[in-house]
């Protein structure tokens, strides 16, 4: 199993552009999750969907940031326009979720992050 | 879901058990009490949950108190590989987790 893949691994950008980061969850896996991580504010939950529908996006900081799902196999945070202060790791992670058919245990499987400095 | 407390860091002797505790006086009936870790610049990891018992699997044992409101996780026999802090997070919302700050462990020679 190949795991959480999200990329790009690292990304530098100038202020004002738009950054898109991408995560494809493990197969099966029917919840995915957005995480952002400083050192200010540690982990925080963005957004996390459940059968490709976002079921909380309370923690998405402001309207510049924006995350689909399209299928099951594929989500996308956008941030646009970008700021200094968005400069953080990115995490996706996926788990069985809710409705899913098996034993939910709870387990949040994660990538290995995005690193987004932003100039 | 129910705060948790944990101490900010640790220390242990490689070789030795690890054991990090975790407050969560608050917690209610139907939470359950997770344990992830983030090693360096790595995505967090699981270990280990429960509710009520303790557990026990390949990577650590879970003690959770009779009246739940604090539980400790034990790294047996904790490596150097084992540096990295250690979450402590109570919810009852389904794979929904809010991390807290943890606590750093560092395994020393």
């Known amino acids: 199993d190949a795991g959480v893949i999200q990329s790009p691994r690292h990304e530098v950008t100038e202020m004002g552009q738009e950054v898109t980061l991408r995560c494809k969850p493990i197969s099966g896996h029917n919840s995915l999750f957005w995480y952002r991580q400083t050192m200010m504010r540690g982990l925080e939950l963005l957004i996390y969907f459940n059968n490709n529908v976002p079921i909380d996006d309370s923690g998405m900081p402001e309207d510049r940031f924006s995350a689909k799902m399209p299928n099951a196999s594929f989500s996308t945070l956008k941030i646009q326009p970008s700021e200094p202060r968005d400069s953080a790791v990115y995490f996706c992670?996926?788990?069985?979720?809710f409705g899913s058919g098996g034993t939910n245990t709870g387990e949040l499987f994660f990538g290995e992050g995005s690193r987004l400095t932003v100039l | 879901d129910a705060k948790t407390t944990q101490p900010p860091s640790m220390d242990c002797a490689e070789g030795r058990a690890a054991n990090l505790p975790c407050n969560h006086s608050?917690?209610?009936?139907?939470?359950?009490v997770y344990w992830y870790r983030q090693i360096h610049s790595q995505g967090p990891q699981y270990i280990i949950h429960g509710l009520k018992n303790n557990e026990t699997n390949e990577m650590a044992s879970l003690i959770i108190t009779e009246d739940r409101k604090s539980s400790t996780l034990i790294l047996p026999h904790a490596t150097l590989r084992d540096t990295a802090v250690y979450y402590c997070i109570s919810t009852g919302g389904g794979n929904k987790l809010t991390f807290g700050t943890g606590t750093q462990l560092k395994v020393e020679l």
């Open positions: 992670a996926s788990s069985l979720g």
């Open positions: 608050t917690i209610s009936g139907n939470e359950y």
